[in-house]
């Protein structure tokens, strides 16, 4: 098997794997990990969406990890696009060694491209390995977010 690590664009046929990435999860806030018909249609959208890369992480032909790349056109900060991150996963084996940076630098690199002047994500405040993650790669926790959730 190659030990290629490669990251590109999701395709349908990733959405299940996409979905078993982020159940794997800690604190527990995702109740499903089968195939929706909502999922497909929410994949759809993404797909369509030239502001949105959804991408996913392979090693040895294998998707390991996934992440999701929100651009957002603003008129602040002098017409400047920013970048949003969600999503990010790696294999839960596989922690640790180094994909995760891998996948992040790809996707700073890629805002960067784009022509984006910040790059931000969101994450619970009870991750701190991922706190001390993130700032190992420069991000800085110098805001504070709110939440508003219209469904559950």
Not at 52 to 79: D, E, H, W
Request: proline residues 1%.
């Amino acid at each position: 098997m190659s030990t290629e690590f490669l990251i590109r664009r999701a395709a349908r046929e990733h959405v299940g794997t996409i979905l078993a990435l982020l159940a794997d999860d800690d604190l527990r806030k995702l109740k499903e990990a089968s195939v929706t018909s909502r999922h497909l249609t929410a994949f759809d959208g993404i797909s369509r969406d030239s502001n949105q890369y959804l991408a996913v992480a392979q090693l040895g032909g294998v998707t390991v990890g996934c992440l999701q790349l929100t651009f957002i056109p603003g008129l602040s900060r002098n017409g400047m696009e920013r970048c949003q991150i969600e999503g990010v996963r790696i294999a839960r084996h596989l922690r640790g060694k180094g994909l995760g940076k891998q996948m992040l630098q790809w996707a700073i690199v890629t805002c960067r491209d784009r022509g984006c002047g910040l790059v931000q994500l969101f994450m619970d405040k009870k991750r701190l390995d991922a706190h001390r993650f993130y700032e190992s790669l420069g991000f800085k926790a110098n805001h504070q977010g709110f939440r508003l959730y219209l469904q559950e």
